[in-house]
């Protein structure tokens, strides 16, 4: 129900928390999350231009009595455009990103400008319906009460804000976007090499099975670019990739060497480490497990 009335409102519109703001400039703005955000803001009421990769001729009229200035480029030339392109800001105008990294961003809008900067990380894609319950992740920058409109301007799209320091956001990334979409990825990988018939392991799935096989499959509906991307992006992702790697051939040895019990006491101390999650996490999937069996299209 709730998921419902945030799609009307996008309908019908958003109320507009800061009216005297002067305009809004998307740097990428012709981009996926650029046009997604442009178009909130604009069903918000805000004046919104795009300044896309052939835009630049235009700078200078295109930033005149700007207030908000997001960067929505692809995260190889953000830190670029940011220190070659945004020093002459507004002094009052706020610098915003959305780049999936955080700390080399926030530090280079720091540099480049003089006046309030805030890093924001959208934790979904641009094919999300609406913004009901989604996750913005929030890395201060310099005079946050300047910003705090933005942040209670996304709050009124239904998204969360969580707040996190840029070093530990991005440490985070490491595990929770790199090394899982790169485990998926090696997932993917490996069903194809092995000519996996998907129609026939769909007929023996159980839901579990079926709600695994959509996080993979998903994965390449979309655009390798943008998953290139986020795995590419930080050095110490390979670090956290690697680690993983360890972890999985320390237990291909265990099964090698038929040391049954290893496993078994490897499980038991995994299980206690997650704790009251594994209950947790385990009465959550039953009703999502639930949901995929009532839809499963077989
Ligand atoms: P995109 O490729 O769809 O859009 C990027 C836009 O930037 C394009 O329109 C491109 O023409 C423009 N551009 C490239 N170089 C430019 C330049 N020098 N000056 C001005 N514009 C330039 O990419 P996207 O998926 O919208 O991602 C943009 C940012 O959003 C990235 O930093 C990414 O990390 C972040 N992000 C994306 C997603 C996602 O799922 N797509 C999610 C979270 C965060």
């Given at each position: 129900?709730?998921?419902e009335s945030?799609?009307n409102?996008?309908?019908?519109?958003?109320k507009?928390?800061?009216q005297?703001?002067?305009?809004?400039?998307v740097v990428?703005?012709q981009?996926?999350?650029?046009q997604l955000?442009?178009?909130?803001?604009v069903?918000?009421?805000?004046?919104?231009?795009s300044l896309?990769?052939n835009?630049w001729?235009?700078?200078?009229?295109?930033?005149?009595?700007?207030g908000?200035?997001?960067v929505?480029?692809?995260?190889?030339?953000?830190c670029?455009?940011?220190?070659?392109?945004?020093?002459?800001?507004?002094?009052?105008?706020i610098?915003?990103?959305?780049t999936?990294i955080?700390?080399?961003?926030?530090?280079?809008?720091?540099a480049?400008?003089?006046?309030p900067?805030?890093?924001l990380?959208p934790?979904?894609g641009?094919?999300?319906?609406s913004?009901?319950?989604?996750?913005?992740?929030?890395?201060?920058?310099r005079d946050?009460?300047?910003?705090?409109?933005l942040?209670q301007q996304?709050?009124?799209?239904?998204?969360?804000i969580?707040e996190a320091?840029a070093e530990?956001?991005?440490?985070?990334?490491q595990?929770?976007q790199a090394m899982?979409h790169?485990?998926t990825?090696?997932?993917?990988v490996?069903l194809?090499?092995?000519e996996?018939?998907?129609?026939?392991?769909l007929?023996?799935?159980?839901?579990?099975?079926?709600?695994?096989?959509?996080?993979v499959?998903?994965l390449f509906?979309?655009?390798?670019?943008l998953?290139?991307?986020?795995?590419?992006?930080?050095?110490?992702?390979q670090l956290?990739i690697?680690?993983?790697?360890?972890n999985?051939?320390?237990?291909l040895?265990?099964l090698?060497?038929?040391?049954?019990?290893a496993?078994v006491?490897?499980?038991q101390?995994?299980a206690k480490?997650?704790g009251d999650f594994a209950?947790?996490?385990?009465?959550e999937?039953?009703?999502m497990?639930?949901?995929v069996n009532?839809m499963?299209?077989?």
């Amino acid at each position: 129900l709730m998921r419902e009335s945030y799609l009307n409102e996008k309908d019908v519109g958003f109320k507009q928390i800061k009216q005297d703001l002067g305009h809004v400039v998307v740097v990428g703005g012709q981009g996926k999350l650029g046009q997604l955000f442009s178009q909130m803001l604009v069903l918000s009421g805000y004046k919104v231009k795009s300044l896309d990769k052939n835009d630049w001729q235009d700078a200078a009229a295109i930033f005149d009595g700007a207030g908000l200035v997001i960067v929505t480029v692809p995260i190889n030339v953000t830190c670029e455009v940011i220190r070659e392109k945004l020093t002459q800001l507004p002094e009052h105008c706020i610098l915003a990103d959305l780049t999936s990294i955080k700390e080399a961003p926030l530090a280079a809008m720091l540099a480049a400008h003089k006046g309030p900067v805030v890093g924001l990380h959208p934790m979904f894609g641009p094919d999300v319906g609406s913004l009901a319950k989604q996750v913005v992740v929030v890395c201060h920058g310099r005079d946050q009460e300047a910003y705090q409109w933005l942040l209670q301007q996304i709050e009124i799209w239904g998204a969360r804000i969580v707040e996190a320091e840029a070093e530990r956001h991005d440490k985070a990334m490491q595990l929770v976007q790199a090394m899982r979409h790169f485990s998926t990825f090696v997932y993917g990988v490996n069903l194809c090499k092995e000519e996996a018939d998907i129609g026939n392991l769909l007929q023996f799935s159980s839901p579990i099975y079926r709600l695994e096989l959509a996080m993979v499959g998903r994965l390449f509906a979309q655009d390798p670019e943008l998953y290139a991307d986020i795995i590419f992006a930080q050095p110490g992702s390979q670090l956290a990739i690697s680690d993983y790697l360890d972890n999985y051939r320390d237990a291909l040895t265990m099964l090698q060497t038929g040391n049954r019990q290893a496993f078994v006491e490897q499980f038991q101390r995994v299980a206690k480490w997650f704790g009251d999650f594994a209950p947790q996490f385990q009465h959550e999937s039953r009703a999502m497990l639930q949901s995929v069996n009532d839809m499963k299209a077989d």
